[in-house]
């Protein structure tokens, strides 16, 4: 069967982890930050994978690190989504702007 | 010799006593203690004198005796101070003469600083002073000399300003002890001169004349000048410092801000003299080797003898007076100096006629140390009755203290230069000297004698003669104390000038016989005579106008004349508007300002750096991340293409 | 199976024991033996570093995922130490405010310590990113300790997101590596390395994470705001035990593995040092608030500490352990400080101090010390362990770099004076009234205080940790690679005459061969 | 123990001490102790000292010892004196003597106090005894600290800027040291840190070049060389009195005698090649600090200038390099370090009578004081260098050293030099004048009181230095001399 080339997947991871780092930058909320940044994380997984795949098939280290990351990353949205609970339980929303007591 | 040592131990004795534990003695056990050690120091000085001048020289000429020398400090292998003593004739006749007068002051002061404060320090300064003064005078090598020079400075220092609660006493003080000072820093400069190039500080050395000692220094020139030359004119503007040579004389004026005794002392009689002996001392290296600064030396000497002896014409207090004098004799000294030539030794053992201006010179500076003293202290005397410095407080004192009276009159005539009193063979001898050099000189020396004997007789007349001032106390003679040195150092004026002087002081050693030439010595005592005359018309009656005419004849110049042409003003000027405004404080400001500014600024700098970086702490989260990002892609640029 | 690879990790496994022991225990206990959970924890924790200061070799273990070092082991006990000091300061604030959380508090702390074990000796780049990771989700949790505060929830906002972000970047960074040498061990990716761009853009962006958690300038951003939002202890645990941690990964994975590509890597630290030394500083001249001015003063510090990298020797390796333990010693008696005065007054302002030594003598003393010691003067630890970090920079050559740092530490030693300056000679009418600190921090107080005065002179100290890392060194055969070699050679530094001699000067000196050859 | 040890464990255990102490009585007399214990050292050191030389010792460093410390860098506690470092101990041993009885009255916090002056004084001793560079670095380090508090907590006027600038420049000074250490230690290749070891193995030029004005300008700063001298007026202004005499009597010395024994010693070719640039500048604060001395209001002030000019002399005749200039370098150390803290322990009490230090408000003192009145006048003509006293020695040899300098820029230099003796003239008889003599200008001063035991002592102790170095040079020089040959003989190997 006719295989993608390894370059179609790179420029999506690509596209997703720059996409992410923007919207890492510019969202407004926190919430939104979040997701910008799990899009990161998960454009690097898809680096992984691609690379196991297509550069290095004779092992799985690519494959499994991808499993590691998916789930420490889960973990990190788990908190950050804690903490973003507690942060609206103090000041009644999730707004970047809100979040500027500590400066200097 | 070594006995000798004792001469300095013992004044050096009484000025620790004294300086130390003299608050524990009552002021007259004081006076008495130092008068004793300097009677004794006195007597020792005799004898030395005696045994020195005893014992036959070589031939005829008088040995240089070393009797002791240490090593003190260590320079280089060829340079060390030594601390020693150094008899030969010069030396001699000096400690003779510094220990009569000292002694003669200290037991003067037992009766004119009576009930002073401070009398145990006032003998202790004495002390000090007698100490240094002779170690100048005995020192084997320059650098002891520079030592004792020093020293001699600051305890004039300490007896000008002995009244150091007076302003003017204490401003007197640092001004001598500065201008001094400043003249011995081109002193010391011409030690480091002449050291560096001869490689000795020794006189014995230097005086050999020995032309390979000055080898290294041949065709070395510095600003045109030979460096030989620059070294010996440096070192003199040392010897002018002290011997108040124009135009460094300014301070000895002032200096009479300081007990009489004192001036009698320092500033008549030894130290003021110091720097005629220091030319004396290295004469044969002037002579051999720097001539044309020896006869600078005259010419210097000279119109400082004119300039002083024309001031003085018209100063009002009588010590000023006397302090114009002074300066003006030891510029007849000096340039007795400067024209004398180095003698030679002849078959029969006497030495030849060049060496007339130095002998001459050595002569005056004996004879002049003896009658100055008398002056200042017949004027101290004065002083103590009127209560004043001023001519006009004064007049026909002649009746109520006729023994004060009977000495200046000696002493006045043996300045002026009158027979049989010793001035008249000395300033003989220096008239002669010139006339030798250059006639035009000797012409302008025998006219300053006139003034000298002009001057001299104004000041005796307005004192002893004229109309008497009021007093509202009763006007006595001196205590016996102050009267028996008078009498003692006018008697002693009237025979000096019968010692055969040229047989023990001469350019060589050797011997030398004096013998008057008629047509100078006529030519001076008629005119010295002819000016005590004008003198006596003029001030005698004191009634006379001729002087305010005379004043007026001579309008600006009396004037300037009066204000010792306006050389104070000079220093003042350049002392504080120059140094003062224009070189310390600007620096003392550069310092606060730019210096510190400049550290102060490097502070501020860094203390307003953080402003600058605020930027990276907006608080805002993304904004943060965005930095990561940047200085992230700025660490990839770095390493990529590095 | 072949369990030996377990025996090995006995610094790990008594960890893990002693988290869980606690978190049973916390669940468990009747109420009035919690009240001794504590003391009971402390003790436990002493017995564990204990069991961590047995010596052990350098091995590898499950194929070279694990390797440990006594360099490594080293680490691990300062870190250990480190964390036992602030629990000891922690406990007062404990009981105080978070009763029913203690339990959460240490086992929380001690989860990112295990994961900082990890980072350190981590053989494995999975194994290093799950270590970096279990040490900063955590701690997170622990930014944000306070829920009633405000600032601490702001500051666990920061600290995850920047966090994750800086994760993402350095697990972008990873996939490059991976992508571009097919491996992901240390000891394989060496041979693969051949300095790519590809390959440096990876090895650059994966250090994001170091750097980030060493907070240095241009990541530094979110340091000051979370030191001063989290609670004090939290923060002095942040200063210095996940530093170290990042400070001995950093090092072991740049000559480790980028060894080969120092000559990409050095120009990198170079600016990086420089850009957190002196911009910190300035930051810290300005600041008001005591926790803040800490937190620009261990960016500083951390700065210092990469000298030790670039040096890339073992007196590098050194100098970072040792510099280490001394800044524990002082940054946490600063930090512990801190918090009970804070405690006492309730801000965290550095006015607050003026006039301290009228009153609290001890405490002011202390602060002192430890100030004296982070600002490098003797004969406090602090001035020891720069001379050493700064001179083994200056062996491999580096004047102008080393000059900068040394100038900066005039800057740092004016604003550490500020704070002796407020304690003993502002004036303060109404300084804070005397106090007594509880027993345990004065324990930790009294550790410290030594800790400061007797770490540099006694030179005990800094020989073991050199012959620790010396050994270490040569155990993994780490010389120093060829590429830094002729890059040094390459680069016209005045004198790279003195580097052969520098190098001759420790052979006679270091049991460690050459570094040149 | 090592014979030298003494001199740190004794303000080690003095520390202990005030540590215990409880009372201001107490402080007192353990530092009292102390100081004396300190000073009996130094002066049985001085005989042992030149018994061995006696006995035909002929080793540069006496009473050496030396013990690993951290091996991993060759540092090793090694100590060892020649004639220059045992002069300098009497020295400090003196001025510590005297200082401590100066600040006999110090409030507040005596404990306090006292306890900082012995860790300045350990420092101070440990400088001068250690031979390894690095311990030598670090006792100066810990000399340098104590002057912060020293002067911030018990001086006056504006304190804290003088504390801080004085505090952030000397540092300065020793960070620059730091790099030049470390440069010399690797730059020799030598095993070890000890001078005598490096002195053996030659830096190369391209080193010594980068390296030698570090380490000149990082002693210089302390040796108030132009233009770093700024701390030294405001430090010592509003430092208390005896922090100024420690201060200016021995730590500014610390400076000298780094310069020669480190920078000049280790890299004599540098030193030779860069000599005139340093040269002028030491020049130029001779004069300098003399004029700006000149027109200063306040004492102090006054005598802090002063004290830079003659601390420019010490630096300017080392860089002469001759024997007779370096011996007159360290001489005017000596002569300087007694002076100035005479100097400053009477500024001292006179401003503890009066209340002020402007010399304008001051006058006709002698009348009310007379012993201080005549202590500050032999004071004053020691430092204007009167033959007798320490001053003329060593102003001579320096003089005298320079201008025996075979290149005629040095002797050009040297004059400008010796203009120094009028100014400082100038403006001692000024002060003198002003405050001393003339009438009582303020009426309240009138019922002033004279010196008490604890002031004299330390006075009349000085003085006795003073004149006692300027009556009988000999023996100093002879030690000095021994001290300088392989210094002087490497320099000059250098030259050629």
Same mark, same amino acid.
């Given at each position: 069967?006719?295989?993608?080339?390894?370059?179609?997947?790179?420029?999506? +991871? +690509?596209?997703?982890?720059?996409?992410?780092?923007?919207?890492?930058?510019?969202?407004?909320?926190?919430?939104?930050?979040?997701? +910008?940044?799990?899009?990161?994380?998960?454009?690097?997984?898809?680096?992984?994978?691609?690379?196991?795949?297509?550069?290095?098939?004779?092992?799985?280290?690519?494959?499994?690190?991808?499993?590691? +990351?998916?789930?420490?990353?889960?973990?990190?949205?788990?908190?950050?989504?804690?903490?973003?609970?507690?942060?609206?339980?103090?000041?009644?929303?999730?707004?970047?702007?809100?979040?500027?007591?500590?400066?200097? | 010799?070594?006995?000798?040592?004792?001469?300095?131990?013992?004044?050096?004795?009484?000025?620790?006593?004294?300086?130390?534990?003299?608050?524990?003695?009552?002021?007259?056990?004081?006076?008495?203690?130092?008068?004793?050690?300097?009677?004794?120091?006195?007597?020792?000085?005799?004898?030395?004198?005696?045994?020195?001048?005893?014992?036959?020289?070589?031939?005829?000429?008088?040995?240089?005796?070393?009797?002791?020398?240490?090593?003190?400090?260590?320079?280089?292998?060829?340079?060390?101070?030594?601390?020693?003593?150094?008899?030969?004739?010069?030396?001699?006749?000096?400690?003779?003469?510094?220990?009569?007068?000292?002694?003669?002051?200290?037991?003067?002061?037992?009766?004119?600083?009576?009930?002073? %404060?401070?009398?145990?320090?006032?003998?202790?300064?004495?002390?000090?002073?007698? $100490?240094?003064?002779?170690?100048?005078?005995?020192?084997?090598?320059?650098?002891?000399?520079?030592?004792?020079? @020093?020293?001699?400075?600051?305890?004039?220092?300490?007896?000008?300003?002995?009244?150091?609660?007076?302003?003017?006493?204490?401003?007197?003080?640092?001004?001598?002890?500065?201008?001094?000072?400043?003249?011995?820093?081109?002193?010391?400069?011409?030690?480091?001169?002449?050291?560096?190039?001869?490689?000795? $500080?020794?006189?014995?050395?230097?005086?050999?004349?020995?032309?390979?000692?000055?080898?290294?220094?041949?065709?070395?020139?510095?600003?045109?000048?030979?460096?030989?030359?620059?070294?010996?004119?440096?070192?003199?503007?040392?010897?002018?410092? %002290?011997?108040?040579?124009?135009?460094?004389?300014?301070?000895?004026?002032?200096?009479?801000?300081?007990?009489?005794?004192?001036?009698?002392?320092?500033?008549?009689?030894?130290?003021?003299?110091?720097?005629?002996?220091?030319?004396?001392?290295?004469?044969?290296?002037?002579?051999?080797?720097?001539?044309?600064?020896?006869?600078?030396?005259?010419?210097?000497?000279?119109?400082?003898?004119?300039?002083?002896?024309?001031?003085?014409?018209?100063?009002?207090?009588?010590?000023?007076?006397?302090?114009?004098?002074?300066?003006?004799?030891?510029?007849?000294?000096?340039?007795?100096?400067?024209?004398?030539?180095?003698?030679?030794?002849?078959?029969?053992?006497?030495?030849?006629? @060049?060496?007339?201006?130095?002998?001459?010179?050595?002569?005056?500076?004996?004879?002049?140390?003896?009658?100055?003293?008398?002056?200042?202290?017949?004027?101290?005397?004065?002083?103590?009755?009127?209560?004043?410095?001023?001519?006009?407080?004064?007049?026909?004192?002649?009746?109520?203290?006729?023994?004060?009276?009977?000495?200046?009159?000696?002493?006045?005539?043996?300045?002026?230069?009158?027979?049989?009193?010793?001035?008249?063979?000395?300033?003989?001898?220096?008239?002669?000297?010139?006339?030798?050099?250059?006639?035009?000189?000797?012409?302008?020396?025998?006219?300053?004698?006139?003034?000298?004997?002009?001057?001299?007789?104004?000041?005796?007349?307005?004192?002893?003669?004229?109309?008497?001032?009021?007093?509202?106390?009763?006007?006595?003679?001196?205590?016996?104390?102050?009267?028996?040195?008078?009498?003692?150092?006018?008697?002693?004026?009237?025979?000096?000038?019968?010692?055969?002087?040229? %047989? $023990?002081?001469?350019?060589?050693?050797?011997?030398?016989?004096?013998?008057?030439?008629?047509?100078?010595?006529?030519?001076?005592?008629?005119?010295?005579?002819?000016?005590?005359?004008?003198?006596?018309?003029?001030?005698?009656?004191?009634?006379?106008?001729?002087?305010?005419?005379?004043? !007026?004849?001579?309008?600006?110049?009396?004037?300037?004349?009066?204000?010792?042409?306006?050389?104070?003003?000079?220093?003042?000027?350049?002392?504080?508007?120059?140094?003062?405004?224009?070189?310390?404080?600007?620096?003392?400001?550069?310092?606060?300002?730019?210096?510190?500014?400049?550290?102060?600024?490097?502070?501020?700098?860094?203390?307003? !750096?953080?402003?600058?970086?605020?930027?990276?702490?907006?608080?805002?989260?993304?904004?943060?991340?965005?930095?990561?990002?940047?200085?992230?892609?700025?660490?990839?640029?770095?390493?990529? $293409?590095? | 199976?072949?369990?030996?690879?377990?025996?090995?990790?006995?610094?790990?496994?008594?960890?893990?024991?002693?988290?869980?022991?606690?978190?049973?225990?916390?669940? =468990?206990?009747?109420?009035?033996?919690?009240?001794?959970?504590?003391?009971?924890?402390?003790?436990?924790?002493?017995?564990?570093?204990?069991?961590?200061?047995?010596?052990?070799?350098?091995?590898?273990?499950?194929?070279?995922?694990?390797?440990?070092?006594?360099?490594?082991?080293?680490?691990?006990?300062?870190?250990?130490?480190?964390?036992?000091?602030? =629990?000891?300061?922690?406990?007062?604030?404990?009981?105080?405010?978070?009763?029913?959380?203690?339990?959460?508090?240490?086992?929380?702390?001690?989860?990112?310590?295990?994961?900082?074990?990890?980072?350190?000796?981590?053989?494995?780049?999975?194994? =290093?990113?799950? #270590?970096?990771?279990?040490?900063?989700?955590?701690?997170?949790?622990?930014?944000?300790?306070?829920?009633?505060?405000?600032?601490?929830?702001?500051?666990?906002?920061?600290?995850?997101?920047?966090?994750?972000?800086?994760?993402?970047?350095?697990?972008? #960074?990873?996939?490059?590596?991976?992508?571009?040498?097919?491996?992901?061990?240390?000891?394989?990716?060496?041979?693969?390395?051949?300095?790519?761009?590809?390959?440096?853009?990876?090895?650059?962006?994966?250090?994001?994470?170091?750097?980030?958690?060493?907070?240095?300038?241009?990541?530094?951003?979110?340091?000051?705001?979370?030191?001063?939002?989290?609670?004090?202890?939290?923060?002095?645990?942040?200063?210095?035990?996940?530093?170290?941690?990042?400070?001995?990964?950093?090092?072991?994975?740049?000559?480790?593995?980028?060894?080969?590509?120092?000559?990409?890597?050095?120009?990198?630290?170079?600016?990086?040092?420089?850009?957190?030394?002196?911009?910190?500083?300035?930051?810290?001249?300005?600041?008001?608030?005591?926790?803040?001015?800490?937190?620009?003063?261990?960016?500083?510090?951390?700065?210092?500490?990469?000298?030790?990298?670039?040096?890339?020797?073992?007196?590098?390796?050194?100098?970072?352990?040792?510099?280490?333990?001394?800044?524990?010693?002082?940054?946490?008696?600063?930090?512990?400080?801190?918090?009970?005065?804070?405690?006492?007054?309730?801000?965290?302002?550095?006015?607050?101090?003026?006039?301290?030594?009228?009153?609290?003598?001890?405490?002011?003393?202390?602060?002192?010390?430890?100030?004296?010691?982070?600002?490098?003067?003797?004969?406090?630890?602090?001035?020891?362990?720069?001379?050493?970090?700064?001179?083994?920079?200056?062996?491999?050559?580096?004047?102008?770099?080393?000059?900068?740092?040394?100038?900066?530490?005039?800057?740092?030693?004016?604003?550490?004076?500020?704070?002796?300056?407020?304690?003993?000679?502002?004036?303060?009418?109404?300084?804070?009234?005397?106090?007594?600190?509880?027993?345990?921090?004065?324990?930790?107080?009294?550790?410290?205080?030594?800790?400061?005065?007797?770490?540099?002179?006694?030179?005990?100290?800094?020989?073991?940790?050199?012959?620790?890392?010396?050994?270490?060194?040569?155990?993994?055969?780490?010389?120093?690679?060829?590429?830094?070699?002729?890059?040094?050679?390459?680069?016209?530094?005045?004198?790279?005459?003195?580097?052969?001699?520098?190098?001759?000067?420790?052979?006679?000196?270091?049991?460690?061969?050459?570094?040149?050859? | 123990?090592?014979?030298?040890?003494?001199?740190?464990?004794?303000?080690?255990?003095?520390?202990?001490?005030?540590?215990?102490?409880?009372?201001?009585?107490?402080?007192?007399?353990?530092?009292?102790?102390?100081?004396?214990?300190?000073?009996?050292?130094?002066? &049985?050191?001085?005989?042992?000292?030149?018994?061995?030389?006696?006995?035909?010792?002929?080793?540069?460093?006496?009473?050496?010892?030396?013990?690993?410390?951290?091996?991993?860098?060759?540092?090793?506690?090694?100590?060892?004196?020649?004639?220059?470092?045992?002069?300098?101990?009497?020295?400090?041993?003196?001025?510590?003597?005297?200082?401590?009885?100066?600040?006999?009255?110090?409030?507040?916090?005596?404990?306090?106090?006292?306890?900082?002056?012995?860790?300045?004084?350990?420092?101070?001793?440990?400088?001068?005894?250690?031979?390894?560079?690095?311990?030598?670095?670090?006792?100066?380090?810990?000399?340098?600290?104590?002057?912060?508090?020293?002067?911030?907590?018990?001086?006056?006027?504006?304190?804290?800027?003088?504390?801080?600038?004085?505090?952030?420049?000397?540092?300065?000074?020793?960070?620059?040291?730091?790099?030049?250490?470390?440069?010399?230690?690797?730059?020799?290749?030598?095993?070890?840190?000890?001078?005598?070891?490096?002195?053996?193995?030659?830096?190369?030029?391209?080193?010594?070049?980068?390296?030698?004005?570090?380490?000149?300008?990082?002693?210089?700063?302390?040796?108030?060389?132009?233009?770093?001298?700024?701390?030294?007026?405001?430090?010592?202004?509003?430092?208390?009195?005896?922090?100024?005499?420690?201060?200016?009597?021995?730590?500014?010395?610390?400076?000298?005698?780094?310069?020669?024994?480190?920078?000049?010693?280790?890299?004599?070719?540098?030193?030779?090649?860069?000599?005139?640039?340093?040269?002028?500048?030491?020049?130029?604060?001779?004069?300098?600090?003399?004029?700006?001395?000149?027109?200063?209001?306040?004492?102090?002030?006054?005598?802090?200038?002063?004290?830079?000019?003659?601390?420019?002399?010490?630096?300017?005749?080392?860089?002469?390099?001759?024997?007779?200039?370096?011996?007159?370098?360290?001489?005017?150390?000596?002569?300087?370090?007694?002076?100035?803290?005479?100097?400053?322990?009477?500024?001292?009490?006179?401003?503890?009578?009066?209340?002020?230090?402007?010399?304008?408000?001051?006058?006709?003192?002698?009348?009310?004081?007379?012993?201080?009145?005549?202590?500050?006048?032999?004071?004053?003509?020691?430092?204007?260098?009167?033959?007798?006293?320490?001053?003329?020695?060593?102003?001579?040899?320096?003089?005298?050293?320079?201008?025996?300098?075979?290149?005629?820029?040095?002797?050009?230099?040297?004059?400008?030099?010796?203009?120094?003796?009028?100014?400082?003239?100038?403006?001692?008889?000024?002060?003198?004048?002003?405050?001393?003599?003339?009438?009582?200008?303020?009426?309240?001063?009138?019922?002033?009181?004279?010196?008490?035991?604890?002031?004299?002592?330390?006075?009349?102790?000085?003085?006795?230095?003073?004149?006692?170095?300027?009556?009988?040079?000999?023996?100093?020089?002879?030690?000095?001399?021994?001290?300088?040959?392989?210094?002087?003989?490497?320099?000059? &190997?250098?030259?050629?």
């Amino acid at each position: 069967m006719e295989l993608i080339p390894m370059e179609y997947y790179l420029v999506v +991871s +690509s596209i997703m982890f720059f996409a992410g780092i923007y919207g890492f930058i510019t969202r407004k909320n926190l919430i939104a930050v979040l997701i +910008s940044v799990e899009l990161v994380l998960t454009s690097t997984d898809i680096n992984f994978a691609v690379f196991n795949r297509f550069l290095f098939p004779g092992h799985l280290e690519g494959m499994f690190f991808t499993l590691f +990351s998916i789930g420490i990353s889960a973990a990190e949205t788990a908190v950050a989504i804690a903490i973003i609970i507690n942060i609206y339980r103090n000041i009644k929303n999730v707004e970047v702007r809100n979040l500027k007591k500590l400066k200097d | 010799m070594e006995y000798t040592l004792f001469i300095l131990i013992l004044p050096l004795i009484g000025f620790l006593s004294l300086g130390l534990l003299g608050t524990r003695l009552k002021g007259k056990t004081a006076g008495y203690v130092g008068t004793a050690l300097l009677a004794a120091t006195a007597i020792l000085a005799y004898i030395t004198a005696w045994q020195y001048f005893s014992t036959p020289g070589v031939d005829g000429i008088r040995p240089t005796l070393i009797p002791l020398n240490w090593e003190w400090m260590r320079f280089t292998e060829h340079l060390h101070i030594d601390l020693g003593i150094l008899l030969d004739p010069i030396s001699v006749m000096m400690l003779v003469v510094i220990s009569t007068v000292s002694l003669m002051v200290h037991i003067y002061s037992l009766g004119y600083m009576e009930g002073e %404060k401070g009398f145990q320090r006032y003998y202790a300064f004495l002390g000090l002073f007698t $100490f240094s003064m002779c170690g100048l005078v005995v020192a084997t090598n320059i650098f002891q000399m520079y030592i004792f020079w @020093e020293l001699v400075g600051v305890s004039s220092y300490l007896l000008i300003g002995f009244y150091y609660t007076k302003p003017e006493a204490v401003a007197a003080s640092k001004k001598a002890f500065i201008v001094t000072r400043f003249a011995d820093m081109f002193f010391l400069i011409g030690i480091l001169l002449l050291s560096y190039f001869t490689k000795t $500080f020794d006189f014995g050395l230097l005086c050999s004349g020995e032309e390979n000692l000055f080898a290294s220094a041949a065709g070395k020139t510095f600003m045109g000048g030979a460096v030989l030359s620059w070294a010996m004119a440096l070192i003199f503007i040392g010897a002018a410092g %002290k011997s108040a040579m124009f135009p460094l004389h300014i301070w000895l004026p002032d200096a009479m801000e300081g007990p009489t005794p004192v001036s009698a002392l320092i500033h008549a009689a030894t130290m003021v003299v110091a720097g005629v002996y220091l030319v004396a001392r290295l004469f044969p290296v002037y002579y051999f080797f720097t001539p044309e600064v020896l006869h600078g030396i005259a010419y210097v000497a000279a119109f400082t003898a004119l300039y002083a002896a024309i001031v003085a014409c018209v100063q009002t207090d009588i010590k000023r007076v006397l302090a114009f004098s002074t300066i003006s004799q030891i510029g007849f000294m000096l340039v007795a100096l400067g024209v004398s030539g180095m003698g030679t030794v002849e078959a029969n053992g006497l030495e030849s006629h @060049e060496g007339l201006g130095y002998m001459a010179s050595m002569f005056h500076l004996f004879t002049h140390a003896m009658f100055k003293a008398l002056l200042f202290m017949g004027a101290g005397a004065i002083i103590h009755t009127v209560h004043s410095n001023e001519m006009s407080r004064m007049g026909g004192l002649r009746k109520q203290m006729p023994i004060t009276h009977i000495t200046f009159l000696v002493a006045c005539l043996a300045i002026a230069g009158i027979p049989p009193f010793s001035g008249f063979f000395s300033k003989d001898e220096i008239l002669t000297a010139t006339f030798m050099f250059k006639p035009w000189l000797g012409v302008t020396m025998t006219f300053i004698a006139a003034l000298t004997a002009f001057y001299m007789f104004r000041l005796y007349y307005n004192i002893f003669w004229g109309k008497p001032a009021q007093h509202d106390h009763p006007l006595h003679e001196a205590p016996s104390s102050m009267t028996s040195p008078l009498v003692f150092l006018a008697l002693v004026t009237v025979v000096a000038g019968f010692i055969p002087f040229g %047989k $023990f002081v001469s350019s060589t050693g050797a011997a030398y016989i004096i013998h008057l030439d008629w047509k100078v010595a006529l030519t001076s005592v008629i005119i010295a005579l002819v000016s005590i005359f004008i003198a006596w018309k003029l001030y005698c009656k004191g009634s006379s106008k001729v002087p305010d005419k005379v004043a !007026g004849f001579f309008g600006p110049l009396y004037t300037a004349a009066k204000h010792r042409f306006y050389i104070d003003e000079v220093y003042q000027f350049i002392t504080h508007k120059i140094i003062f405004r224009c070189i310390s404080q600007p620096l003392a400001w550069f310092d606060r300002h730019v210096i510190d500014g400049i550290l102060n600024g490097i502070a501020w700098i860094t203390c307003r !750096g953080s402003l600058a970086f605020r930027w990276m702490q907006t608080g805002q989260l993304q904004s943060y991340a965005l930095l990561l990002l940047c200085g992230c892609l700025l660490l990839l640029c770095i390493g990529l $293409f590095r | 199976m072949d369990f030996s690879g377990f025996l090995m990790m006995r610094d790990e496994i008594s960890l893990v024991a002693l988290i869980l022991i606690l978190l049973l225990y916390d669940l =468990f206990a009747p109420a009035k033996a919690r009240k001794v959970f504590q003391p009971l924890a402390c003790l436990l924790f002493v017995v564990q570093i204990v069991i961590t200061l047995l010596p052990v070799s350098s091995l590898e273990a499950f194929g070279g995922m694990y390797q440990t070092t006594p360099a490594a082991s080293l680490a691990k006990t300062l870190m250990s130490a480190g964390t036992l000091l602030v =629990f000891l300061f922690s406990k007062k604030w404990i009981e105080e405010k978070h009763e029913i959380a203690q339990g959460e508090f240490y086992f929380l702390t001690l989860c990112t310590l295990l994961g900082m074990y990890f980072m350190v000796s981590a053989g494995h780049f999975l194994m =290093f990113f799950i #270590g970096i990771e279990l040490a900063s989700i955590p701690l997170s949790c622990l930014v944000s300790f306070s829920k009633k505060d405000g600032l601490s929830a702001e500051a666990g906002a920061k600290f995850i997101l920047n966090a994750a972000f800086a994760s993402g970047i350095s697990l972008f #960074g990873i996939s490059l590596l991976y992508g571009g040498t097919g491996t992901l061990y240390f000891s394989d990716m060496p041979v693969a390395l051949q300095g790519t761009p590809l390959q440096i853009a990876g090895m650059i962006l994966f250090a994001t994470g170091l750097f980030f958690k060493m907070s240095l300038i241009p990541y530094h951003s979110w340091t000051a705001d979370v030191y001063q939002g989290a609670p004090t202890q939290v923060s002095a645990y942040l200063s210095v035990v996940s530093k170290t941690a990042a400070a001995v990964a950093l090092f072991t994975i740049f000559i480790k593995v980028f060894g080969g590509m120092a000559a990409s890597w050095r120009p990198v630290l170079y600016i990086i040092i420089i850009l957190s030394i002196t911009i910190a500083n300035l930051f810290a001249i300005k600041q008001k608030n005591i926790k803040r001015f800490l937190a620009y003063s261990s960016i500083s510090q951390a700065g210092y500490i990469v000298l030790g990298v670039v040096a890339a020797s073992p007196q590098g390796l050194t100098g970072i352990l040792y510099y280490m333990m001394v800044y524990m010693f002082a940054n946490l008696a600063a930090f512990g400080v801190a918090s009970l005065v804070e405690r006492q007054c309730g801000n965290a302002e550095i006015a607050s101090y003026n006039g301290l030594y009228k009153t609290n003598p001890w405490l002011s003393v202390l602060m002192m010390f430890a100030m004296f010691s982070l600002a490098g003067i003797p004969p406090f630890a602090g001035f020891f362990s720069k001379f050493f970090i700064f001179a083994s920079a200056v062996q491999q050559g580096y004047y102008i770099l080393v000059l900068i740092a040394l100038l900066n530490t005039i800057i740092s030693l004016f604003y550490y004076l500020l704070i002796v300056k407020a304690m003993f000679i502002n004036p303060n009418e109404s300084p804070l009234p005397r106090f007594r600190s509880d027993s345990y921090s004065r324990i930790a107080m009294v550790l410290c205080f030594f800790g400061i005065v007797l770490s540099g002179i006694v030179s005990f100290f800094y020989n073991k940790t050199n012959d620790m890392a010396t050994e270490s060194m040569e155990m993994c055969g780490l010389s120093r690679p060829k590429a830094v070699e002729e890059t040094l050679d390459a680069n016209p530094v005045p004198g790279q005459t003195l580097n052969t001699q520098g190098s001759t000067a420790m052979n006679a000196t270091a049991s460690w061969p050459s570094v040149l050859e | 123990m090592n014979l030298l040890s003494i001199f740190v464990v004794i303000p080690v255990l003095m520390l202990a001490g005030l540590f215990l102490s409880r009372t201001r009585q107490q402080a007192r007399v353990i530092s009292a102790t102390g100081a004396s214990l300190l000073l009996v050292a130094a002066v &049985v050191l001085g005989v042992l000292f030149a018994a061995e030389r006696h006995a035909g010792n002929t080793a540069e460093m006496l009473f050496t010892a030396s013990a690993q410390w951290f091996p991993a860098w060759n540092i090793g506690y090694s100590v060892g004196v020649d004639g220059i470092s045992v002069l300098m101990i009497l020295l400090s041993a003196i001025i510590v003597f005297t200082g401590i009885f100066t600040s006999w009255n110090i409030d507040p916090l005596p404990k306090e106090y006292f306890m900082w002056f012995c860790l300045l004084s350990t420092g101070v001793f440990g400088f001068f005894i250690s031979l390894d560079l690095f311990t030598m670095f670090m006792f100066y380090e810990v000399a340098l600290i104590p002057m912060y508090l020293l002067i911030g907590v018990w001086g006056s006027g504006k304190k804290e800027y003088a504390a801080m600038k004085l505090t952030l420049m000397l540092m300065a000074g020793s960070a620059l040291l730091m790099l030049g250490i470390l440069g010399i230690y690797f730059g020799s290749g030598a095993t070890s840190m000890n001078i005598m070891e490096i002195a053996q193995s030659s830096i190369p030029m391209a080193l010594q070049k980068f390296f030698f004005p570090l380490t000149f300008i990082g002693f210089g700063v302390l040796g108030a060389l132009f233009p770093f001298h700024t701390w030294s007026p405001d430090g010592h202004a509003s430092a208390p009195t005896a922090v100024s005499m420690l201060h200016a009597g021995v730590l500014m010395k610390l400076g000298g005698y780094g310069c020669f024994r480190v920078a000049m010693f280790l890299m004599p070719e540098a030193a030779n090649e860069l000599a005139w640039i340093f040269l002028i500048l030491t020049g130029i604060s001779v004069v300098y600090g003399a004029f700006s001395a000149c027109v200063q209001k306040d004492l102090k002030y006054i005598n802090a200038y002063s004290s830079v000019s003659h601390c420019g002399l010490v630096l300017f005749a080392l860089l002469m390099m001759n024997t007779t200039a370096m011996t007159g370098a360290i001489m005017q150390m000596l002569s300087h370090g007694l002076m100035t803290a005479l100097f400053f322990a009477l500024i001292g009490m006179i401003y503890g009578r009066t209340h002020t230090r402007d010399i304008r408000e001051m006058g006709g003192l002698m009348k009310i004081m007379p012993f201080l009145g005549v202590a500050y006048v032999i004071a004053g003509l020691a430092s204007l260098g009167l033959p007798g006293l320490s001053g003329f020695v060593a102003e001579m040899n320096v003089f005298v050293g320079s201008f025996q300098h075979s290149d005629t820029f040095h002797r050009v230099l040297t004059l400008i030099a010796v203009t120094s003796i009028v100014i400082t003239a100038v403006y001692i008889l000024r002060v003198i004048g002003k405050i001393l003599y003339g009438p009582v200008q303020n009426q309240a001063h009138l019922k002033l009181t004279d010196a008490v035991w604890f002031e004299r002592l330390p006075v009349v102790v000085l003085i006795i230095a003073i004149a006692s170095i300027g009556l009988y040079p000999g023996w100093i020089a002879e030690w000095i001399h021994q001290a300088l040959a392989p210094i002087v003989e490497s320099l000059t &190997v250098a030259a050629l």
